[in-house]
């Protein structure tokens, strides 16, 4: 009778503790958004805000439509993979393999078109072996022990090596396509590009997950502390492959809109992408870390990046000069982000 008593108090202690430790993840994640957005989302305003001001005294042709659009443009398309890549560093990943697959995408939808497939079958299949990549990846890290860096950066030479392996090498043209599939990235709503209106679908979509739905807020308590996380009931491995996989189905569908926008599949297409997505998820918010970032911060981090882009083309400034630029800013903000990380340790044990 004793030791039933026990075990009673025993498990209510247990019960008790795990609540406590939910509320103080919910409580810290809580807290953690809100300052985010109040710090850095409100800098990035500013900053962009700055840069607006200063070019359009600059340049005539800064403040015109046409130049707006075509910034929307530039970064609508790779924004979508900025989204699943925010994500995946949330939780403590990272996935440099996203240029290699948004290709892999391509390659897999035009070929399967010039096949005989319809294009949105093709597309679905191509979207789906990019989530399986996504799945294989998180699969290795929970399962196997390895590291995102590792791993994605073995997935990235597969993936670059099966489109080169299924187009030979060779450019694939894929002008017969329907205008109805072309739609999705040439046509236009009310004069506004469809890429951008699916591009901000998205944003609002995954925002609004981020912040109200359960599943992904424990995506922040995994990314905080992996260990309090599991303690607190968390299927911590489910939640880093469901991340991973996220991040690879994104990438697809960014793939298929490009091959949609393009009229083709270039197997050499993407290379270089994965330092421009992680650089404007990390601009905006995003810690290497895990356990911060928002994806409204992430799609500012890519507005920032595509404006100073435009604005060095406006100012007639080499091409090799904008690549030093790029990684000078997103130097800037990894050093930011590890600055802010140490003091937040000091932080922590001082208390």
């Not at 560093?89 to 948004?102: A, C, E, N, P, R």
């Not at 046509?187 to 890429?195: E, K, L, Q, S, Y």
Request: hydrophobic share 55%; net charge positive.
């Amino acid at each position: 009778m004793t030791s039933v008593k026990a075990l009673k108090s025993q498990t209510k202690s247990k019960d008790e503790n795990l609540k406590a430790e939910t509320t103080q993840l919910e409580n810290g994640g809580q807290s953690r958004m809100l300052g985010i957005f109040k710090a850095r989302e409100a800098g990035l305003v500013a900053i962009i805000l700055i840069i607006c001001i200063a070019m359009s005294f600059a340049s005539p042709y800064f403040l015109t439509w046409q130049n707006f659009r075509a910034m929307l443009l530039s970064f609508s398309i790779e924004g979508i993979v900025v989204v699943g890549m925010t994500i995946l560093l949330i939780v403590g990943g990272i996935d440099l393999s996203v240029g290699s697959v948004v290709c892999l995408a391509m390659v897999i939808g035009g070929k399967l078109f010039l096949m005989g497939l319809d294009p949105w079958t093709a597309s679905m299949i191509a979207v789906l072996v990019c989530g399986f990549i996504g799945f294989l990846m998180g699969q290795c890290v929970t399962r196997i022990g390895l590291h995102f860096f590792i791993v994605s950066l073995a997935f990235m030479v597969i993936a670059r090596g099966l489109s080169l392996l299924i187009t030979k090498g060779t450019p694939q043209s894929l002008f017969s396509l329907p205008p109805s599939f072309k739609f999705i990235g040439q046509g236009d709503i009310a004069g506004m590009p469809f890429v951008i209106i699916l591009f901000f679908a998205l944003v609002v979509f995954f925002d609004l997950l981020l912040r109200h739905s359960t599943i992904f807020r424990k995506v922040y308590y995994t990314g905080s502390n992996e260990k309090a996380a599991l303690f607190s009931g968390i299927k911590t491995k489910r939640i880093k492959i469901f991340c991973s996989t996220l991040c690879g189905l994104l990438s697809g569908v960014a793939g298929v809109v490009y091959m949609a926008r393009f009229g083709a599949a270039t197997p050499q297409f993407g290379i270089g992408m994965e330092l421009s997505v992680i650089a404007a998820a990390v601009i905006g918010g995003a810690s290497l870390n895990g356990g911060s970032g928002t994806i409204f911060g992430a799609v500012l981090g890519a507005a920032l990046l595509s404006l100073v882009t435009s604005s060095l083309i406006l100012l007639d400034v080499p091409v090799y000069w904008q690549d030093i630029i790029r990684g000078l800013i997103l130097l800037v903000a990894v050093s930011a982000d590890h600055l802010l990380n140490r003091r937040k340790r000091g932080a922590s044990a001082k208390s």
